[in-house]
C-alpha cells in the first residue's frame, strides 16, 4: 500500500524554467492538497482540491498552478520558476468529511 | 483567519524524561486540533488529534489538552524515547474553512524540533 506518492523528489531549476510536481494518491481519497515547508515557517498550504474536478487556492497560490487529473492525481505546476519557489514541497490526500492528512515524503526543488 | 503560534522552536530533553509542546491559536470557531511528527527525509505523520468537544485525549505515552477558554492546545509526551527525536507540528482547523464535503484545510505552527538525548 503506496499511500501517497510523489515525483521528483529532487529538482533543481533555473530561473524562469517550468516544471510539474506530481502527485498520486492510493487510497480512494476525494481530496488532495498541495503544501510547501520552508524553513521557520512551517507547512503552508499552496492549492487543494475537494474533490475530482475542484481545485481552490490556499494561503501562498501565487507563482503556481494545480490541475486534478483524476480522483488520484494532483499536479502542481511552476510555470516560471522563481528562487522563492525553492522549498520542500508535500502533497496529501485525505477522505471527504473526514481530518486526517495523509503526506507523500516531499519533492525538494531549488531554483537557482 | 487563523494564526497558530507554536512554542518552544527547539527542545533537548534526556531520555526518560517528559516533554511538552505548547500551541495557541485565534480562532474561536476552531474545532480540530491535529499534532503531527515529521522524521528526517519523510512527510509528516499524524500521531494524535483532539476536537473541540474534548479536553483531553491519550494514546500511550502521548496526551493532548485543549483549553478552549484560554485557546491553546499541548502535546505532552512522557518517558522520552531515542526514536521520538523529530519535528513535530501543531495545527488547527477553522470552522469556516470547511468546503463542500471535506474538511482539512489546516493552519500549521511552525514546528518545534525534539531532540531526545540518551
Known amino acids: 500500500n503506496a499511500g501517497v506518492t510523489q515525483t521528483p523528489k529532487f529538482q533543481v531549476l533555473k530561473t524562469g524554467q517550468s516544471m510539474t510536481l506530481q502527485c498520486a494518491q492510493d487510497?480512494?481519497?476525494?481530496?488532495m492538497y498541495w503544501y510547501r515547508q520552508d524553513p521557520g515557517m512551517g507547512l503552508r498550504l499552496i492549492y487543494y482540491?475537494?474533490?475530482?474536478?475542484?481545485?481552490d487556492k490556499g494561503e501562498v497560490p501565487n507563482g503556481y498552478n494545480v490541475s486534478r487529473l483524476n480522483k488520484r492525481e494532483f499536479s502542481l505546476r511552476l510555470e516560471s520558476a522563481a528562487p522563492s519557489q525553492t522549498s520542500v514541497y508535500f502533497c496529501a490526500s485525505s477522505p471527504s468529511g473526514a481530518n486526517v492528512l495523509t503526506f507523500g515524503a516531499g519533492s525538494r526543488l531549488t531554483v537557482l | 483567519g487563523e494564526n497558530v503560534e507554536q512554542h518552544p522552536s527547539t527542545l533537548s530533553v534526556q531520555e526518560g524524561d517528559s516533554a511538552v509542546i505548547k500551541c495557541t491559536y485565534s480562532d474561536s470557531a476552531s474545532n480540530y486540533f491535529p499534532w503531527y511528527k515529521q522524521e528526517l527525509g519523510k512527510g509528516p505523520q499524524l500521531i494524535i488529534d483532539i476536537r473541540s468537544n474534548v479536553g483531553e485525549k491519550k494514546d500511550q505515552r502521548i496526551a493532548v489538552t485543549l483549553n478552549k477558554t484560554a485557546k491553546h492546545f499541548s502535546l505532552h509526551i512522557t518517558e522520552t524515547q531515542p526514536e521520538d527525536s523529530a519535528v513535530y507540528f501543531c495545527?488547527?482547523?477553522?470552522?469556516?474553512?470547511?468546503?463542500?464535503?471535506?474538511?482539512?484545510?489546516?493552519?500549521f505552527g511552525k514546528g518545534t524540533k525534539l531532540s531526545v538525548k540518551p
Open positions: 487510497m480512494n481519497h476525494n481530496s
Open positions: 482540491s475537494a474533490s475530482e474536478g475542484t481545485t
Open positions: 495545527a488547527a482547523r477553522p470552522r469556516a474553512m470547511n468546503y463542500g464535503g471535506s474538511q482539512g484545510n489546516l493552519i
